[in-house]
């Protein structure tokens, strides 16, 4: 496992407690895990994604994350309808480990941006996990 | 006590080391309140030999021992079961591990899994198999409740008539407390399932039909996938008698997406029902639904190949309350004698196996037909049919019993329409002579 | 390593294909008997395409299953510590009792009294099981320890719905086995977890806080998986009870506590024994084993149905009543281990359990107690059947509670359980049960203690283990994520 130092962070996304991040701007979000997520987490072996037009509420699950001998759930940041899974993922999950800001697993079409603000900014959520 | 090895002299020692004065010192978390009260009303202890003694006088007490000719089947088969089974099966390297959590040592246990689940996927016509569920009755509770996992949004499930009574209240069992329904499909007069009623079903997730099923019939299971499918539903072929799919179209063959039963004909005796095992079977787009063990192929740090447990996420140690099944322990040792038998038989013997229990049951069926016994359905059977006989059939039973032959099951207690039926199962243990005997008591 | 004697050593490992890689067409295994009635046909529109399986010879079908077995470990091998598991030894008599002819080829739906000495058999199990846990109802039907369980839960959901009560909610410790939370939600209930308290058991306050008019009752393992006795537990019944719910006893731990606790004294209402542990059965791979419920009086009527009863001299099934929550089984439950663990109660005797307990406890202590000085413990409490320790130390060299238990392969051992229960961090929960002599306690000690200095010394060995097994580490993460479940 990582040591605090070696995590990465993506400056300009937002992060939930739970250790998503969705990035900002536009009229479509990208959603993923941090790389401290996907550090605990191990191998993902699989990634379990909502459909296309599905509408979830910020906070409600869409999807999970497994591993050999884990699972975990992910929280959408913000409310919104689903325009787009990251079809990529179905056959290399590994993408998220290798390249945990890259690898977006849904873009939604947030309902209410003004969500956004609640969420923690890299530096926030750097605090948090240092704890 | 031959078991436990301690001596007076180790027991002090460690005893000493731990600073205990006594063994019942040990238990000194244990409140008064929670303790025994004297010693358990149990019979004193047998040595080895008075053991052997005992059991031969219950032996004695079977009316019906392992000499008779049983003509039931009903769920529970007699076949020949080779010696090769006992002897291998016996093997404390198979039999005295547990499940293989420590892959590294347990490779024969593994591997063994994995080609039960090989050989089952293919006698099946599925995709994958899992490492077994507790019994048929189970592993058709399992499938229910998987079907609707699959379909999300449904609480209903349709099971035929025909599908083994005890299998039919165990899923009954399974559901009451959930607020899923069970509904039944009647039995047309042909003793196959009526798919009358399957398009106006509404929303059902699954449907599970016996083939061959409890009256020995054969389904048109191919007929009824196309209606499953259309009214949106899975089809969940459930079987007693897998010995029929030596010679039967496979269930995947037919359209079912689960296939599910009783596995105890592959080398099991019949032990009063168990232990045997549940076959579960299903295509591959449903794995992550599945309940149950599942093996898989891969490497070692070297490259080479070995079996580990896999997809354990679905599973209750990982998932917890969200698993998709409680089972832990399952029938291990049982699925590596199916296999053995599976094996032993190859695709010729089991065919040949299969063609000879038809033909035992169709010699006996055409042998009570001319002593004027009437054959109740008319669709095709395997190795079990219901006849019914002009008079009164008790008095030929009694005589029959005398010889220690059992003359199949009354059906009354089964299906109150059916009651003074007899369901017959012949398979390749009961000789010509005793199904002509058979014939010339209900002639006399 | 000259100190110790380890029994670990590589004897010859022979390759052997799957099924199918070997054979050839026209081989038979296995006698079909001549035919001696004409042949019948099916309908050709019934009929399957050719099998693709193997055709093999008798020999073939041998070497390949004995090969297999050569790959494998077992407690006829060796010390297998594996926690929760009570991985005793499994008497050779009670093979011989189980295939005892008439009984093995009893058929599940003969009249009863064509099949006394299987009835016999069911009934005399069923009291005696009931004399060992203090509660008096019994049925045989549940295939294993989960599905005892469920069979429990269907009781609690059952008992409720006969009083009009609707209850949603069960409470469980958070060291409770996983079966426990997945056989509750199977019949509706949602889990609440309870967290154990600093000592590692259940506080009589975080029980009561939980305990409502929505909570069908709780679910407690005792001796619970971290080998503590839950001495709460009386406390425990009355305040569930008072609020209208029933306890659920896992008794999977029963090894530590035969004629010690009464069940039923505890305040426990239904109960499951796990034959295949505490009855000396083997454990076949992965099953099959029997899970037997014990219920009290008042909860008789829920039982499933039929159970073996006692009328004059005659054994016979009951059938049951309206309230009986159903068949769980298509028969009578695995009957052949219930013949297996008859055996072993009628060979033990009641001072030979109690005794067998004693010893499997003592055993336990005595590895805690040299132990600790090597591994941390998990909870320093007196402690019954197993005991668990944490990766606390192993850490510090940068060593996994996994490489551990791969190491102690090489040394001849089957693991203890590992990374469980899950509130211990990377667990090594060790069960020797009483079976196994203080010299081979003593040389699993020092085989321990030989690790933890490698893991400081050379921690490389520990890493790269097993060296001596047939294959290597196996990469789960390819297994998992390319899913190969079936040969081609
Ligand atoms: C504490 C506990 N409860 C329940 C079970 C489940 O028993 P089974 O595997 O027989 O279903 C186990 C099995 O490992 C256990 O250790």
Known sequence: MKEFDELLFNEEFRYTE?????????????????????????????????????????????????????????????????????????DSPELINQDPYGAWIVKIKPSDTAELEQLLNAESYRNMLRG | MRYLPHTDEEIRDMLAVIRRGSLDELFCSVPDSCRYEGEMPLPPAMDEWQLTEHMEILAAAMAVDDKARVLIGAGSYHHHIPETIRAIISRGELLTAYTPYQPEMAQGTLQGIYEYQTLTSRLLGMDVANASIYDGASAMAEALLMGLRVAKKKTRVAVSAAVHPHYRQVARSYLAPTGYELVELPVGPDGRTDPALLSSLGDVAAVAIQSPNFFGVIEDLEGLASLVHDAGALLIAVFSEPLAYGLLKSPGACGADIACGEGQSFGMPRSLGGAALGMFACRNEFVRNMPGRLVGQTKDLEGKRGFVLTLSTREQHIRREKATSNICSNQGICTLIASMYMASLGASGLAELARLNHSKAEYLKSGLRVAGAKVVFSAPTFNEFVVEFPGDFRPAYQRLLERKIVAGLELGRFYAEHAGRYLFCVTETTDRKTLDAIVAEVNS | ????????????????????????????????????????????????????????????????????????????????????????????????????????????????????????????????????????????????????????????????????????????????????????????????????????????????????????????????????????????????????????????????????????????????????????????????????????EELARFLPAPRAVRDGELYRLDWGGPDSVGR?????????????????????????????????????????????????????????????????????????????????????????????????????????????????????????????????????????????????????????????????
């Open chain 3, 328 to 488: 769980v089984h298509a028969f009578h439950g695995n009957v052949s281990v219930l013949l297996r663990a008859y055996a072993y109660i009628r060979t033990m005797g009641p001072a030979n359990l109690k005794k067998a307990s004693q010893l499997a406890v003592l055993n336990a202590a005595y590895i805690k107690e040299r132990l600790k000085g090597t591994l941390p413990l998990a909870y320093d409490r007196p402690c019954m059947h197993e005991c668990v320790f944490s990766d606390a130390l192993l850490q510090e060299h940068k060593v996994t509670t996994l490489d551990v238990a791969k190491r102690l392969i090489d040394c001849g051992y089957h693991p203890p359980t590992i990374y469980f229960p899950l509130v211990v961090h990377g667990a090594i929960m060790i069960e020797p049960t009483e079976t196994e002599c203080k010299a081979d306690i003593d040389q699993f000690i020092a085989v321990l203690e030989q690790i933890v200095g490698e893991a400081a010394e050379n921690p490389e060995l520990l890493r790269q283990a097993p060296l001596r097994t047939k294959v290597r580490r196996l990469d789960e993460t390819l297994a998992a994520r390319q899913p190969c479940l079936c040969g081609s």
């Open chain 3, 1 to 296: 390593m000259s100190a110790v004697t380890i029994p670990g050593a590589s004897g010859i490992i022979q390759n052997e294909p799957l099924l199918w890689e070997k054979g050839g067409k026209g081989r038979r295994g296995m006698c079909v008997p001549a035919s001696d009635v004409p042949v019948a046909e099916l309908p050709a529109a019934l009929c399957r395409d050719e099998l693709d399986f193997p055709e093999l010879s008798e020999v073939d079908v041998v070497r390949h299953y004995t090969r297999l077995s050569q790959w494998n470990f077992g407690v006829d091998s060796g010390m297998y510590p594996l926690g929760s598991c009570t991985m005793k030894y499994n008497p050779k008599i009670n093979e011989k009792v189980a295939a005892t002819p008439a009984l093995a080829a009893a058929h599940p739906m003969l009249p009863d009294e064509l099949v006394q000495g299987s009835l016999q058999v069911m009934y005399e199990l069923q009291s005696y099981l009931a004399a060992i846990t203090g509660l008096p109802a019994v049925t045989l039907q549940p295939a294993a320890g989960a599905h005892g369980e469920l069979t429990g839960m269907l009781i609690f959901a059952a008992w409720h719905k006969s009083r009009d009560s609707r209850r949603t909610k069960i409470l469980i410790p958070d060291t409770a086995h996983g079966t426990n939370p997945a056989s509750a939600a199977l019949c509706g209930f949602k889990p609440v977890p309870i967290r154990s308290g600093p000592e590692g058991i259940l506080e009589v306050a975080a029980v009561e806080a939980a305990m409502d008019e929505e909570t069908a009752g709780i679910m407690i393992t005792n001796p619970n998986t971290l080998g503590l006795f839950e001495t709460r537990i009386r406390e425990i019944a009355e305040i569930v009870h008072a609020k209208g719910g029933l306890v659920y006893g896992d008794g999977a731990n029963m090894n530590a506590v035969m004629g010690i606790i009464d069940a039923r004294r505890c305040g426990v209402d239904v109960l499951h024994l796990n034959l295949h542990k505490t009855f000396s059965t083997p454990h076949g791979g992965g099953g099959p084993g029997a899970g037997p419920l014990c219920v009290s």
């Open chain 1, 18 to 90: 739970e250790h998503e991040w969705v990035s900002v701007g536009g009229a479509e979000l990208m959603v993923g895990i941090s790389d401290y997520a996907q550090d605990q987490l191990g191998d993902i072996v699989f990634v379990e994604m909502p459909e296309v037009g599905a509408t979830f509420a910020r906070g409600e699950q869409f999807g999970t994350l497994e591993s050999v001998k884990a699972v975990s759930e992910l929280y959408l940041p913000v409310g919104g309808e689903v325009v787009a899974v990251n079809e990529a993922l179905g």
